[in-house]
């Protein structure tokens, strides 16, 4: 079974619309850290340093519950999963600490380009954590 990583996330007065509820936007950029803090920035960084190969969104499905408020904490919960050498998905959820239910759920399914912007299979390591972090 999948292991669940969670990354902490106050809801700050910028991260609101005019009502002091997150804009609908900003959970992309809360799915977007929760993965980089799911693979590891240093290990990220190095492999686009090393091999020119970076993580690109390929497609994105979002359903919004409930919107977070300014104060608001949260945690983001992500869970990934290989698809096949050339895809992963990310189940990614919004919860307030607290919370019965999520905010806000996304599927995120991400693939590996080379520095010339063509697919290439997932680097192994990619792999390989995914498979230590759901062991």
């Known amino acids: ?5 969670i990354l ?4 700050y007065y910028e991260d609101t619309d005019f009502s002091g509820v997150v804009y609908y936007a900003k959970y992309l950029r809360y799915f977007e850290a929760a993965r980089d803090e799911f693979f590891g920035m240093e ?5 686009y340093k090393e091999t020119g190969i970076g993580f690109a969104v390929y497609k994105v499905e979002v359903t919004y519950r409930e919107g977070a408020r300014f104060g608001d904490r949260l945690e983001v919960r992500t869970t990934v999963n290989p698809e096949s050498d ?3 998905l990310c189940d990614q959820q919004v919860w307030r600490v607290g ?7 996304g599927l995120v399914h991400m693939v590996c380009l080379d520095a010339n912007q063509k697919l290439v299979a997932l680097p192994p390591w990619v792999l390989q954590h995914v498979q230590l972090r759901n062991a």
């Not at 079974?1 to 990583?5: K, S, Y």
């Not at 902490?8 to 809801?11: K, L």
């Not at 290990?43 to 492999?47: H, Q, S």
């Open 43 to 47: 290990e990220l960084v190095r492999t």
């Open 99 to 105: 919370g019965t239910q999520p905010l806000v759920k």
């Open 8 to 11: 902490p996330v106050s809801v």
């Open 1 to 5: 079974m999948p292991r669940t990583h």
């Open 86 to 88: 050339y895809r992963i």
